[in-house]
């Protein structure tokens, strides 16, 4: 049972574009969101999150949008940049339950 | 900086061996979690520890059991390796029970089960 779902296992993008990539949940109780990015060989490392009681949260280059009447949260990734290209986790959580979706892989072309 | 170690980043074990896998955390965390992670699937949590001494199931307990005796270390422990149990396992730690609360991984370690 996912509760947790990133439907597009891999995004391409050039360099210097916009990167979405898309998140939805199921359950209506999780009460913070949160990106994480992985690069080979590393854990995930932590990126940028958002409270359900928002609905953006801005970080540099990065911004996330959060839906909560379609259950769906978005990052956003202005401009785009070759090191950008990573493995991104999309996790809800409440309280210590964190779930996590399977991943996009982003690559950025130069 | 936080920083989550483990003691392996590559392991091959055959099956029905007692594997550990070790995990320290020098942040002074609370909680401290277990992950397998698998392709399609993400992240999913095997365990989690919020105190000394201290653990609860996650998703997919089974065949797993782990051992938390001081706060910075938080071992997973494999009774009987199995093959479907082969996967990247990542450990991570966080200072409190609140959702806002990111959590900070290791770099991860890659179990194969021959």
């Known amino acids: 049972d996912q509760q947790v779902k990133q439907n597009s296992p891999s995004l391409s993008v050039q360099e210097g574009r916009i990167s979405i990539l898309n998140c939805d949940y199921t359950?209506?109780?999780?009460?913070?969101f949160l990106w994480y990015k992985k690069y080979p060989a590393e854990g995930p490392t932590f990126l940028i999150s958002i409270s359900s009681i928002k609905d953006k949260n801005e970080d540099g280059r990065f911004t996330v949008f959060l839906n909560k009447s379609a259950k769906h949260l978005s990052l956003h990734i202005v401009p785009s940049q070759p090191g950008d290209s990573a493995v991104y986790f999309c996790a809800a959580s409440k309280a210590t339950d964190m779930r996590f979706g399977a991943g996009t892989r982003l690559t950025v072309k130069p | 900086d936080v920083k989550v170690t483990q003691s392996s980043r590559y392991l091959v074990k055959r099956t029905g061996e007692k594997v550990f896998l070790e995990c320290v955390q020098d942040?002074?965390?609370?909680?401290m979690f277990w992950y397998r992670q698998d392709p399609g699937l993400g992240l999913r949590l095997i365990y989690f520890s919020y105190d000394v001494k201290m653990k609860e199931k996650g998703d997919i307990p089974e065949g797993y059991s782990v051992s938390r005796e001081k706060k910075e270390r938080f071992s997973l422990i494999l009774e009987s390796a199995s093959t479907n149990q082969t996967s990247m396992y990542l450990c991570a730690s966080s200072p409190g029970l609140w959702s806002s609360y990111e959590q900070y991984f290791g770099p991860g370690t890659r179990l194969t089960v021959t």
């Open positions: 942040m002074d965390h609370e909680n």
């Open positions: 359950n209506s109780m999780f009460d913070y």
